[in-house]
């Protein structure tokens, strides 16, 4: 049977069982929304800038672990979602974005609304496809989630130039594909699974340093197994959290230039280092010659380049932190070796002294509302359970450091790129993935402002997002960092003339509140709570000057830290 | 330190552009790099001469494997190997110098392969290093031209990239 390009297309996109298309139309990709027009099994999201659109496909790929999926029309359109994919990119996203191109004969003349996607995305994908023949749209299209949803995850981008839509060709939808070209590792070394068995059970002092790479392998489980049946201390990284369960006292909260003292000083001091699924980051290891000086590293990971591009490593094991993880609870179980008991009481004791510190800790008087405040409310109202997106900044710390996520693909974030104006459309996402769940977006009069015009979307579309905005009338991390290494010169991180986001959140069609009592933080939250059905948005004025601690400076020791 | 990586990739259009933005990407420097198809239509061969320290050219072979379009790659410098270069060196040569440079064509095995009245167009072949240094013994005024392919490698005996 002969289908259009466009046909095969929608066909391709229920074969990948996906639920939802987000994207905007233009004229290089009309025949696709004709073709999507005349189905009901893909349902495609209208979004009003294209950026929202790939955050929207990111935070429902982050909350599910399905791949999100894009549909975008040539030269601005691709242009505006570069943002989105490199985004999804830094944080190893799958996603599947298809741009439209002008027909083939045009390309390379300039033509309108032309732009080079394939050259333009090529640094921030995976991998990425320009379609030149219509018999091979749903091989590639195959291929494109293959890649993106295998190995280490990814965006991929396919180029579809406008004539390769309405052209026709025989449909076949592969079943399974094969290339010679890419076969990512399904298991880890055994012999090297081993050795970090020996060396983990001889630690004095170890440590366990987990990242995305646990959620993206939806390897919780198995590591809140593994972590338990050693009893070793563990930290999670921004993009880990949730991977091991935040109010667990094996847990030291994060690390990082904004972790914990606690989680840092055990990075500092231990003996054996044991990374899974994390990349040491820079914001992770600060400065590289004084990361760990005393551990032997052991670094499990899906990403070969991962392995000693920044930090030497001494065991390395190359698979999927899922199998790698399995693999050593069965081995664990198997032995009769057991952690030294004795330097593991005089390790705790040690590190029950650093979190004794409480790092965290900040006063709320009666007068002005502390962001933290804020987050450890939400997070007393909803129990816990809620879907949390932020944007970049301070707000982003704050909920790192407050909310306490006891389970995976809750907490969803730009942590690689930091992209601003991602928390709201990723919120979206997450929403369309799951319906009856509280999805709350903590965000800042900043970040909020880069997406907002998506109030519309979530009116069209009746999401009831409950937005926290932390309103402190600065860009308060560049602020933070001016005050701290430009001598109080606070170049532009002012927000002056700021909406009345009452009154706007109301002129979309929503709820506004503003809040700015701290006795008042609660009761707002359990009302906007109530109001199932209704996005919420609310503005709380908080503190102006408030800084986030503990801080790593750039180009410190983990044991670097300022404290408050 | 210097490395030759070969490395067999599909024949797609961008391929090329792939492994030179990564390489703009990420900082790492290219000295020579060449490319054409195999006896098999489908799979390209590049030879890509760069340098770095251990910890850098092993990012480089990794991070050049994670590209998709990357079938197979080797480090020679991991094996025996055999590399080579071509040059073709336009140079004046006119009444005695004539004489001279035809004398240094023959030492470096050479081949002039044009001739005008005051030109020869040499064809040489051998490792970088030996045609270096053929253009250091040429009067650099007389030299007119100079085109290089960029270096070639392959493993010697048994040892060979192929799919």
């Known amino acids: 049977m002969e289908l259009t390009g466009a046909d095969i297309f929608v066909r391709c996109l229920a074969e990948e069982g996906v639920e939802f298309v987000f994207g905007y139309p233009g004229g290089a990709v009309l025949p696709i929304y004709d073709a999507l027009y005349q189905q009901d099994k893909v349902q ?23 791949p999100g999926v894009v549909l975008v029309t040539s030269g601005p359109g691709a242009t505006n979602a570069v943002t989105g994919i490199a985004t999804a990119y830094m944080d190893s996203i799958p996603m599947v974005a298809f741009t439209g191109q002008v027909p083939t004969a045009m390309i390379g003349n300039d033509a309108f609304q032309e732009v080079d996607n394939v050259g333009i995305t090529r640094p921030c994908v995976k991998h990425n496809f320009l379609v030149k023949d219509v018999n091979d749209l749903a091989e590639t299209i ?42 990512p590792v399904t298991r880890g070394h055994p012999r090297q699974i081993k050795k970090a068995i020996e060396l983990m059970l001889s630690a004095k002092r170890p440590m366990l340093y987990t990242g995305g790479g646990v959620v993206l392998s939806n390897a919780s489980k198995p590591l809140t197994e593994f972590a338990r049946k050693l009893g070793y201390p563990i930290t999670n990284t921004l993009m880990g959290l949730g991977a091991y369960p935040a109010t667990d006292r094996q847990f030291l909260g994060m690390l990082g230039m904004h972790g914990t003292y606690e989680a840092n000083m055990a990075m500092h001091n231990c003996d054996v280092l044991i990374a899974i699924g ?7 290891v600060g400065n590289v010659e004084k990361f760990c000086p005393t551990a032997r590293i052991i670094h499990i990971d899906i ?25 050593m609870l069965k081995l664990l179980k198997e032995t009769s070796d057991t952690p030294d008991a004795t330097a593991m009481q005089a390790w705790w004791k040690q590190i029950e002294e650093w979190r004794a510190m409480d790092c965290l800790k900040y006063t709320q008087d009666d007068e002005v509302i502390k962001p933290q405040y804020v987050v450890e409310s939400l997070y007393k109202v909803t129990g816990g359970g809620a879907y949390v997106t932020s944007d970049v900044g301070q707000h982003q710390m704050f909920a790192a450091q407050f909310y306490k996520f006891d389970q995976p693909n809750r907490w969803i974030n730009s942590g690689g790129l930091g992209t601003m104006g991602f928390g709201f459309p990723a919120a979206m996402g997450v929403q369309f993935a799951f319906p009856d769940e509280t999805v709350a977006c903590i965000t800042g009069e900043g970040s909020i402002q880069m997406c907002i015009q998506e109030l519309s979307t979530c009116r069209q579309y009746s999401l009831p997002i409950k937005i926290i905005n932390l309103n402190n009338g600065y860009l308060g991390m560049v602020r933070q960092w001016q005050e701290f290494f430009y001598q109080g010169r606070y170049a532009m991180s002012y927000m002056e003339s700021l909406p009345d986001f009452v009154k706007l959140a109301e002129s979309y069609g929503h709820v506004g509140m503003q809040i700015t009592r701290p006795a008042d933080v609660e009761g707002a939250l359990k009302e906007a709570m109530a109001m199932k059905d209704r996005l919420v948005f609310m503005d709380f004025l908080t503190d102006k000057t408030e800084n986030v601690y503990p801080m790593v400076p750039a180009g410190a020791g983990q044991n670097e830290m300022i404290l408050v | 330190m210097r490395h030759i990586i070969s490395i067999l990739m599909e024949n797609e259009s961008g391929a090329l552009s792939r492994v030179a ?86 030492i470096y095995r050479g081949r002039i392969i ?15 290093d030996k045609l270096d240094s053929f253009v250091e013994v040429l009067e650099p005024s007389d030299i007119i031209e100079v085109v290089r392919s960029g270096v070639m490698g392959i493993a010697r005996g048994e040892k060979a990239l192929r799919v």
């Open chain 1, 142 to 183: 195959k291929k494109a989630f293959y890649i993106a949803t295998t190995g280490r995850p990814g965006p991929v981008v396919v180029d579809i130039p406008k004539d390769i839509s309405t052209h026709k060709a025989p449909y076949k939808y592969p079943r399974r594909i094969s290339m010679r070209s890419y076969n």
């Open chain 2, 21 to 106: 933005g990564l390489f703009s990407a990420r900082g790492y420097n290219i000295e020579s790099l060449t490319v054409a198809t195999t006896e098999d239509p489908s799979l390209s061969r590049m030879t890509l001469v760069t340098s770095g320290t251990e910890d850098i050219i092993e990012q480089i072979t990794k991070q050049l494997n994670k590209l998709i379009d990357v079938v197979k790659l080797m480090d020679m410098y991991e094996c025996a190997h055999i590399e080579r270069e071509m040059m073709l060196i336009k140079v004046r040569a006119s009444d005695a110098g004539r004489d001279e440079v035809k004398r240094l064509a023959e």
């Open chain 2, 114 to 128: 044009d001739v005008t009245s005051n030109l020869f167009t040499i064809e040489l072949t051998g490792t970088s």
């Open chain 1, 278 to 284: 994390a990349r040491f980051d820079d914001r992770v």
């Open chain 1, 44 to 66: 495609h999201i209208l979004v009003r800038h294209e950026q929202a659109a790939t955050h929207a496909a990111d935070g429902y790929a982050r909350a599910t672990g399905k």
């Open chain 1, 303 to 327: 990403d070969p380049a991962s392995i000693s591009k920044t930090v030497k490593v001494d065991v390395p094991i190359v698979g999927p932190v899922d199998q790698v993880l399995k693999e």
